[in-house]
């Protein structure tokens, strides 16, 4: 489907609702028939709709596995880690050996949540024939010398030090499962929902597990509905079929305020916008061609038009507002002269380069042009070149020179491992390859202190600012839609312990 | 249409089929990137990479995957989804059902108004009811489905809250358990098809209103409703029948617009979420099932044509 379609088919469904100032007759639907059940829309585009926690990779999966399983510890906006399973932990002076307490907790089925349980969950999403996309948390993992002490207190060893090892436990796909389970068609995890159906293609529905150790959920059913258009979703959501309409545009959004049966819940700047610039090759391999950009560049215009104001200017960093972010920085200002004048020393005046987009992100082909316009003032010519959605992030890891790239909130070390450090399998857009960057945050980990474990990583942060050629230059708003008649939901960033959390939902 | 004839057209069918076939095949597997990438998600390593592909059989060559595609379609067997695992048969035969359902439900609101006001423009081809009917029938032709469907959805189910705007989950038979569902769609759907096949019949209908033959059947004495059903309406009807074809053909295959629109999982969309996901046997049972639809109908119409022919009948 074009964004074309995509976005009048948008502004028309805005139109309507804009237009018809008519007082409102009754809502109708299902939705509403039953006040016990919650139905929450998702898009499933793409989903191997499986229930297995630790294959999940789409916002519809993680959400279902947050219902039906736990993991130890979870994320609170900002991405530090607060407890669930894990009740306490603690590193020895070496930073490779952990000890971890597990509360006490049930499965669905009756049966205690174990240390051998998460023994065996990390060992599974550790496993290459897993294909989870967490494995990479847990390849430090020294399995054969990892152990369960007792029931509930569990010895993780790690083949090097890691003080902020705690973050792994609270990824995606990290959920615990019972020892054992490899079918995973009638899932049973810890979470405050049990399974009663799914098939692929259609609804899952769960119901309230009483024994949740969190205590039982408000509601006495979830189900998760795909509807993958996002005006069927706002659609489904005014008429009263839904409770709940996961990513909302920027547009609907808009429209929506209007609405007094819905709400609209904003995670501010939950996603960070970037360009990616590969530093491994001409141009950009010469950092005063990549300084340029970062000079000619205006990030309050691109979040002023292409963000339509709705979200946060970027300053090259990834992980605005979050732990370890650093914060006191001065913004990084447009500056053509100074940027010009480094193009001339570096011989690129007039330069030409592609800019690789895709419909992979609602923002990258606005962001395409209005880029290309403000770096032709400096003198550069830059043409959006469009790959194909479903591969695009995967396309990009070795194609081109500059890209457009997106990552919603997840802590910043796990940011900076999985981006920034030379050995990362994937996802090192811009091929930033730093050995000075990978000691400083080796180091950083193995730093007990957490404040100079901070200090060290913020010092990693601001080398990469400079180098990595990763040219963050916004954070996009990031929206979903409720029912006024739900309580107990806020706006949380993806990716957090709140975000799609459904078992504090209550009907008013 | 002789024995001969009929034979010689299915064989011609067979090799569109097959035609249809080798193209959807090729072209998907043109498409950059394979269903490893799909499921594994951006941050997939090689070794992941690598070690789905060979679980999935993407390493074989492209010609051993499109003979292995071929020796089981002869047995029967249109293989395994790649994403799901599941038997293409099946996936696809879910979102079938939901397709069929939705273009029965649009053929029974759709042939009696598209005939009744096809032979009524006809028959009155001069009256200002007819003119009215026939801009009627313009203006919803020119209205692209997605803004009908839109302008329905904020009226009807936002605004009025009389209609559910989408179907939210249900899928297949379960449509039928909240019927309601299906108004909109069915509206979508129907308006956009009335003009092509009621200007089908009107034309027909004049043409055959005109013939030579009516006018001798006329001469004959016979009252006029006799003409208008027995002589008129067979010879009128002929020309809307290709028509037909082509608009259930469509139905059954290519109302990606409305199925997104509606949250209805039809085929149409299946096939466009095959293709994203590289998913080539899943694609290519769809590919064939889209084929087969195709020319099943157009042989089906062109047979009928042949038996409302009564010059050709005549003559033989």
């Known amino acids: 489907m074009t964004t074309h379609r995509g976005l009048s088919r948008r502004s028309l469904l805005a139109a309507v609702g804009g237009l018809a100032a008519l007082p409102m ?41 947050k219902a039906l399983f736990d993991t130890l510890v979870a994320y609170a906006d900002d991405m530090s880690v607060v407890p669930r399973l894990a009740e306490s932990w603690e590193a020895d002076p070496t930073g490779t050996r952990w000890r971890v307490r597990l509360r006490t907790a049930r499965f669905h089925d009756g049966s205690p949540v174990t240390a051998e349980d998460v023994l065996y969950s990390y060992r599974r999403i550790a496993d290459p024939a897993t294909a989870s996309p967490a494995r990479w948390q847990f390849t430090d993992i020294d399995f054969a010398a990892s152990r369960a002490r007792s029931e509930r207190e569990l010895e993780l ?60 959920a408000g509601i006495e059913e979830l189900e998760f509905v795909p509807i993958n258009d996002e005006s069927a979703r706002v659609a489904a959501l005014l008429s009263g079929q839904v409770h709940y309409a996961h990513d909302v545009s920027a547009n609907s959004a808009q429209t929506l305020q209007r609405e007094s049966r819905v709400r609209v819940l904003t995670a501010e700047g939950g996603t960070m916008q970037a360009l990616a610039l590969k530093v491994d090759r001409p141009p950009f391999r010469d950092p005063r061609v990549l300084r ?32 370890h972010y650093p914060r006191d920085l001065p913004p990084r200002r447009r500056d053509p002269e100074q940027a010009r004048d480094l193009l001339r020393q570096a011989g690129a005046e007039g330069l030409f380069f592609e800019l690789l987009t895709s419909a992979a992100d609602p923002y990258f082909e606005p962001a395409s042009g209005l880029l290309a316009q403000q770096l032709s003032d400096i003198g550069l010519r830059v043409s959006p070149r469009v790959l194909s959605a479903e591969t695009y992030f995967s396309d990009i890891n070795d194609a081109g020179v500059a890209a457009h790239t997106r990552t919603a909130a997840l802590p910043v070390v796990s940011f900076l491992r999985q981006r920034l450090r030379s050995d990362t399998a994937s996802g090192n857009y811009t091929h930033y390859r730093s050995a000075e960057f990978d000691a400083l945050l080796d180091k950083a980990l193995a730093t007990a202190d957490p404040q100079q474990r901070g200090r060290l990583l913020a010092e990693a942060q601001l080398l990469a600012r400079d180098r990595s050629g990763l040219v963050v230059w916004g954070f996009s708003d990031w929206n979903v839609a409720v029912s006024s008649e739900l309580t107990g939901l806020r706006a949380a960033p993806p990716n957090s312990l709140d975000w799609a959390r459904f078992d504090g939902v209550g009907f008013a | 249409m002789t024995a001969r004839a009929v034979v010689l057209r299915v064989g011609a069918a067979l090799v569109q089929v097959a035609v249809a076939a080798i193209a959807v095949f090729v072209l998907t597997a043109l498409l950059p990137g394979d269903t490893a990438v799909v499921v594994l998600g951006e941050h997939a390593d090689q070794q992941q990479l690598a070690a789905l592909r060979a679980q999935l059989g993407l390493d074989d060559p492209l010609e051993q995957r499109f003979l292995n595609w071929v020796t089981g379609l002869l047995r029967g067997d249109l ?82 809250g009389w209609l559910p705007a989408t179907a939210a989950g249900l899928s297949g038979w379960s449509l039928l358990s909240e019927p309601a569902v299906l108004v909109l769609p069915v509206l979508v759907l129907a308006a956009k098809q009335v003009c092509g096949l009621a200007r089908q019949v009107r034309i027909g209908v004049i043409e055959a209103n005109s013939a030579e033959y009516a006018d001798h059947v006329r001469l004959l004495g016979l009252s006029e409703p006799v003409v208008v059903l027995r002589h008129v309406l067979p010879g009128g009807i002929r020309p809307a029948l290709q028509q037909l074809a082509r608009t259930v053909d469509g139905l059954l295959g290519g109302v990606v617009v409305v199925e997104a629109l509606f949250a209805f999982p039809g085929v149409g969309s299946g096939f466009v979420e095959a293709v994203k996901a590289r998913d080539l046997p899943l694609v290519q049972g769809y590919a064939l099932l889209f084929a087969v639809t195709t020319v099943v109908l157009s042989l089906v119409a062109d047979l009928l044509t042949a038996r409302l022919v009564p010059q050709a009948e005549a003559a033989r």
Not at chain 1, 35 to 43: D, Y
Not at chain 1, 295 to 316: K, S
Not at chain 2, 81 to 91: D, F, M, N, R, Y
Not at chain 2, 124 to 152: C, H, K, M, Q, T
């Open chain 1, 25 to 65: 007759l009754s809502s109708c639907g299902s939705a509403t028939g039953s006040t016990a059940r919650l139905r929450t829309a998702f898009p499933v585009s793409g989903a191997r709709e499986s229930l297995d926690p630790h294959t999940s990779s789409l916002f519809v999966d993680q959400a279902r596995a």
């Open chain 1, 157 to 216: 060893v790690l083949h090097r030090p890691n003080f902020e090892f705690p973050v792994a436990w609270g990824a995606p796909a990290t959920e615990i499962v019972p020892a054992g389970t490899t079918d995973f068609s009638a899932p049973v995890g810890s979470g405050p929902f049990r399974f009663v159906s799914f098939s692929p293609g259609a609804p899952a529905v769960l119901r309230r597990f009483d024994d949740y150790w969190d205590g039982p």
């Open chain 1, 292 to 323: 340029a950009v970062q000079l000619g560049i205006d990030r309050e215009q691109l979040v002023e038009v292409v963000l339509a104001g709705q979200g946060v200017v970027g300053n090259d960093l990834f992980g605005n507002g979050l732990e």
């Open chain 2, 79 to 160: 293989g395994v989804s790649l994403l799901t695992g599941a038997p293409v048969a099946e996936e696809i035969g879910r979102g079938l059902a939901t397709t069929v359902l939705l273009a029965g439900a649009t053929l029974l609101v759709l042939l009696p108004v598209a005939f009744a006001t096809g032979v009524y423009c006809g028959l009155r081809e001069d009256s200002r009811v007819a003119w009215a009917v026939n801009s009627l029938l313009l203006l919803l032709n020119a209205i692209p489905e997605f803004v009908l469907g839109l302008l329905l959805i904020g009226a009807v189910s936002v605004r009025a």
